[in-house]
């Protein structure tokens, strides 16, 4: 017996507890970050990085004007960096204020908690319509993790009320 679709895709994504992570990026002096789920590798050579942004975030409306962007990957006690990055809003606060940080390539911010990082030279953007979009980039640096690294999983950050709901966009 087959089951509804988006009941089994709500499955499978909860099956994959995705790491969770922050991304950043700045333009023109303005700083934007949100927590994001939704990241992977999508090449090997040229190595490429692709993260999906949720239209509705202020991020996006920076990242759109930004040609670089920072991948944080939280670690499993980084719980309250999720939940300030992903709960409140960048349109009503400055999500920076308060947070240790140094400019990186671009003026784009680097969290000093999370050394396990990315920072991408945007090489593509892709909306295809949905309420996020693609944003691929190269890697110009890369931090890894400590070895006894482990990631924040979507799963311990389900009870984070998001600033923006997906439908927000415009």
């Known amino acids: 017996m087959e089951s509804d679709p988006a009941d089994a895709f709500d499955a499978v994504v909860a099956a994959a507890d995705s790491a ?6 700045a333009v023109d002096g303005e700083r934007a970050g949100c ?4 990241h992977a590798q999508s090449s090997i050579a040229p190595a490429r990085y692709a ?3 949720s ?14 962007l920072a991948v944080h990957l939280l670690a499993a006690g980084d719980h309250d960096l999720a939940e300030h990055f992903g709960a409140l809003t960048g349109d009503a606060v400055d999500k920076f204020a308060g ?3 140094r400019p990186g ?4 911010p680097l969290l000093d908690r999370c050394p396990a990082r990315l920072v991408l030279a945007r090489t593509s953007l ?19 993790p400590p070895a006894d690294f ?3 999983r979507l799963g311990a950050a389900a009870d984070i009320r998001p600033g923006h709901a997906a439908g927000d966009h415009p």
Not at 20 to 25: E, G, L
Not at 55 to 68: E, F, I, M, P, Q
Not at 126 to 144: K, N, Q, T
């Open 20 to 25: 969770m992570a922050v991304v950043t990026t």
């Open 35 to 38: 927590l994001v789920g939704f």
């Open 51 to 53: 993260v999906w942004l």
């Open 55 to 68: 239209k509705a975030n202020h991020t996006y409306r920076v990242g759109l004007r930004a040609t670089h």
């Open 99 to 101: 947070v240790a940080w």
């Open 105 to 108: 390539p671009a003026g784009v």
């Open 126 to 144: 892709v909306d295809e319509g949905g309420d996020h979009v693609l944003v691929v980039g190269e890697p110009v640096v890369a931090s890894a």
């Open 150 to 152: 482990a990631p924040l």
